[in-house]
C-alpha cells in the first residue's frame, strides 16, 4: 500500500465549479502535511501546506483529519489556469522526508 | 533570486551508456534532494544532502546510481550503467533546511530516455 494515496483523476471540470480532491495517508507518524500543484512537463510547487484547523488561501481550502488520517483540497469558482496535477504530500516518517502521492489531474475547460 | 538550476534539460542515451545529471541549488539552502518522478507518478527521493553529508540514501539504487556534492553546494547524480527502466524525469530541489517547515523549490528536472 503507497503511503499516500490519491484518485488519479483525471477531473474534467467546467469553469466556475467547485471541485474537491481527497486524499488518505497511512503513517501516523507523518506530521505536516502539503498540495503541490504540477504543471504539465513542468516541476511541482508548493500550493498550501494544510492544518489541522483548515486554512484557506482565495479559491483554495485545505484540510486536515488526523483521526481519518485524510487531506483534502477545495478548489472554489475554478479557472482554466487551475488545470494542472496536484500532488499530495505528506511529511515526516523514519527519515523525515516528503512521501508524494501519484497526483490527481485536474481539466478545467471553457 | 535565481532558482534551482538543472542541466541538461533534455538526454536520450542507448542503454548500457553511463549518465549524468547536474545540480545548482539556490544559494543558502543547504539542503538538496535527488528525486525520481515515472510518468503519472509523484516525486520519490532517492539521496538528500544536508551540506556535503548524505544523510538519507536508502532509495537510491547504489549498483548503478552514485551521487555527490563534494563542496555542500551543487550535485551531481550518475546512472552508470543506464537501463531502458532508468527512462524518467529526474528532479533536483533545495531547501534551506531539511525540517518540514521548510519549502522545497524544485528545478525544471532532466527528462531522461534510454533506448
Known amino acids: 500500500r503507497k503511503e499516500v494515496e490519491q484518485d488519479p483523476g483525471p477531473f474534467n471540470v467546467p469553469e466556475g465549479a467547485t471541485v474537491a480532491f481527497n486524499c488518505t495517508y497511512s503513517?501516523?507518524?507523518?506530521?505536516?502535511f502539503f498540495w503541490y500543484r504540477q504543471d504539465c512537463r513542468k516541476e511541482p510547487k508548493l500550493l498550501m501546506s494544510v492544518y489541522s484547523s483548515g486554512n484557506e488561501d482565495g479559491r483554495f481550502t485545505a484540510q486536515l483529519n488526523r483521526a481519518s488520517q485524510y487531506i483534502s483540497l477545495l478548489i472554489r469558482d475554478s479557472k482554466l489556469s487551475d488545470s494542472a496535477t496536484y500532488l499530495c504530500v505528506a511529511y515526516g516518517g523514519s527519515q523525515g522526508n516528503l512521501i508524494f502521492g501519484k497526483g490527481t489531474k485536474l481539466s478545467v475547460k471553457p | 533570486e535565481a532558482g534551482v538550476v538543472q542541466s541538461p534539460r533534455y538526454k536520450i542515451i542507448e542503454k548500457k551508456q553511463p549518465v549524468a545529471f547536474w545540480c545548482n541549488p539556490i544559494?543558502?539552502?543547504?539542503?538538496l534532494y535527488w528525486y525520481l518522478q515515472n510518468l503519472g507518478q509523484g516525486p520519490e527521493l532517492l539521496i538528500r544532502y544536508e551540506n556535503e553529508e548524505a544523510v538519507d540514501d536508502s532509495q537510491l539504487p547504489k549498483d548503478r546510481f552514485s551521487a555527490e556534492r563534494l563542496k555542500g553546494v551543487d550535485s551531481t547524480l550518475k546512472i552508470q550503467p543506464a537501463e531502458l527502466g532508468d527512462s524518467a524525469v529526474y528532479l533536483c530541489?533545495?531547501?534551506?533546511?531539511?525540517?518540514?517547515?521548510?519549502?522545497?523549490?524544485f528545478g525544471p528536472g532532466t527528462r531522461l530516455t534510454v533506448l
Open positions: 544559494s543558502g539552502h543547504n539542503t
Open positions: 530541489a533545495s531547501s534551506r533546511a531539511g525540517g518540514a517547515g521548510d519549502e522545497q523549490f
Open positions: 503513517n501516523s507518524a507523518s506530521q505536516s
